[in-house]
């Protein structure tokens, strides 16, 4: 399985943009970046996934790059519901074997 | 519109005893999955099923067991209790079709053994 790379924690302040980044140089052709947050004691969310282009959805943007070694997780403007684990995650569903493996993620602080 | 259900939600199990986590979905999904989170950890797959019959193993099965009767039903079953299965246990569905679908998470069940 293809592993990701996400820093521990990121700070932002309310109203400003975030840009979760995560690396995954050994992703495959057939893996698509998928992206899931976890909100303080309940179970993860989607939030977007993509393959090659840039993706929006009114959650997030997510920006592949041109390598597709690293992709970046957008939120335009944090809010203080944003502060959440963020995972980053590559999912490979070649035939009955979609394990959907999570990393250590991602936390992120909204400060008012 | 339930999505996936886990009962119980709580559990409170002593050394060596056995129990089973259920967990439901009503939306028609082949795949699905069992987790367990440790505090301030990531989640470890612990089992995952790609249709009713088929179960495989995934990151920590030790001392655990599944099976996949149905497509809507993938109980967890603990035979004999250890602290170190204390967790919070997520269970989550997806449709096939790939990676063009979003996994559907329930709200967890926290379990502690002592």
């Known amino acids: 399985d293809a592993k990701t790379t996400q820093p521990n924690s990121m700070e932002s302040n309310e109203e400003e943009p975030v840009h979760l980044p995560c690396n995954h140089s050994?992703?495959?052709?057939?893996?698509?970046i998928h992206w899931y947050r976890q909100l303080p004691s309940q179970g993860p969310e989607y939030v977007i996934h993509g393959l090659t282009s840039n993706v929006n959805n009114r959650m997030a943007s997510l920006a592949i790059a041109e390598d597709r070694k690293s992709s970046t997780l957008i939120l335009h403007r944090a809010t203080l519901r944003d502060a959440a684990v963020y995972y980053c995650?590559?999912?490979?569903?070649?035939?009955?074997?979609?394990?959907?493996?999570f990393g250590t993620g991602t936390r992120l602080q909204v400060f008012p | 519109n339930a999505g996936v259900t886990q009962t119980p939600k709580f559990r409170i199990l002593k050394i060596g005893q056995s129990m089973t986590l259920q967990c439901t979905q009503d939306m028609n999904h082949n795949y699905m999955y069992w987790y367990r989170q440790d505090p301030g950890m990531g989640l470890k797959l612990i089992y995952y099923s790609v249709g009713a019959g088929i179960t495989d193993k995934g990151e920590v099965p030790n001392g655990y067991n599944v099976s996949r009767s149905t497509t809507e039903d993938f109980p967890l079953r603990l035979e004999l209790a250890a602290p170190s299965q204390t967790s919070v246990y997520f269970c989550a569905s997806s449709q096939p079709g790939g990676p063009d679908t979003e996994a559907f998470f329930g709200q967890g069940t926290r379990l502690t053994v002592v």
């Open positions: 050994t992703i495959s052709g057939t893996d698509y």
């Open positions: 995650i590559l999912r490979d569903v070649s035939y009955n074997t979609d394990k959907l493996i």
